[in-house]
């Protein structure tokens, strides 16, 4: 149960998976994950009010993102790691042990969100501004679970934030050849010492965010913070992707599939705000010729 960072001195001897309230069994993934959700709701909720939009629109609508953004994490999960439950189809209903991908979360809440901006009519640009912290929020406080979990970590490291973990606390499957290569015993356990990937996502995750934060009340144009996000994380996913050792990926090609979106992602959100803001531009500069000529 011990999960150790030795380069940092930090030595934790029993980290357990789960915890008992009255007798009822309860993930530790579960509860980073819905923490992460309530957060990141609240400050949509309060991004929707510093805009001047209807709150309870938004909570509706953050209710309904949140429900299908777990459906789209799962369902994405599922269909690129179909190995994992082809012969036990009711585990695809079981996700206290981990299986939500987060790029599945954004896909199936952005299809909410946009429905639900055409039902009511609202801007979904605007939407997706205020969205886009509470999004962040979310991965950084979720990201934990994988913690927990001992889960999404990456390939051998002995750098300053090497995390060992114990061979019979992991996935066989995800267990490199360098990491039996470089095989070390604490206390008589055999553990492996790997990039804490989890770690990097919501350190990368914070700083976006921060940017993110002080750059909102400065967009040149709506939907404008959504496409930095998707830049901004996409970037960093890509990086990180490359480390991990349980990457979902694409048939018959066997590359990483978030590691290919994230730079389509990435490229296509950077395209589209140099887009718009050159449209802006010559419109700028053809409202002051216009203002020009009248005079």
């Not at 380069?7 to 994950?33: M, N, P, Q, R, W």
């Not at 309530?38 to 929707?48: F, H, Q, Y």
């Not at 267990?175 to 919501?202: C, K, R």
């Not at 750059?215 to 913070?225: A, I, L, M, S, T």
């Amino acid at each position: 149960m011990a999960i150790n960072f030795p380069h940092l001195g930090i030595y934790l001897d029993h980290v357990g998976k789960t915890f008992h309230v009255f007798g009822i069994e309860i993930a530790y993934y579960g509860v980073a994950v819905v923490l992460g959700m309530i957060l990141g709701m609240s400050l949509v909720l309060r991004e929707a009010k510093r805009l001047g939009q209807n709150v309870d629109r938004y909570w509706d609508m953050t209710m309904i993102g949140l429900v299908a953004g777990v459906v789209g994490a799962r369902i994405y999960y599922v269909i690129f790691a179909w190995d994992l439950y082809r012969d036990n189809l009711l585990e695809i209903f079981n996700i206290r042990h981990g299986g939500l991908a987060i790029y599945g979360g954004i896909i199936g809440a952005t299809i909410a969100v946009f429905t639900y901006s055409r039902v009511k009519k609202m801007s979904f640009s605007v939407m997706t501004d205020c969205i886009a912290p509470g999004l962040l929020v979310g991965q950084i406080i979720g990201r934990w679970g994988n913690f927990f979990n001992r889960e999404a970590f990456g390939g051998y490291t002995d750098g300053l934030f090497a995390m060992q973990l114990p061979v019979s606390a992991v996935r066989e499957n995800e267990i490199t050849s360098q990491m039996w290569e470089h095989l070390t015993a604490v206390n008589g356990v055999d553990m492996i010492q790997v990039h804490p990937t989890f770690l990097y996502e919501g350190m990368w995750n914070l700083g976006v965010l921060i940017l993110l934060w002080l750059y909102r009340k400065h967009k040149k144009f709506n939907g404008e913070v959504f496409l930095l996000y998707l830049v901004g994380y996409g970037i960093g996913r890509a990086w990180i992707e490359g480390l991990r050792t349980d990457q979902l990926l694409l048939p018959a090609v066997g590359i990483p599939v978030s590691q290919v979106l994230s730079v389509c992602l990435a490229v296509g959100a950077a395209a589209a705000i140099l887009i718009r803001r050159k449209k802006m531009r010559k419109n700028t500069v053809t409202q002051d010729i216009v203002e020009e000529k009248k005079k």
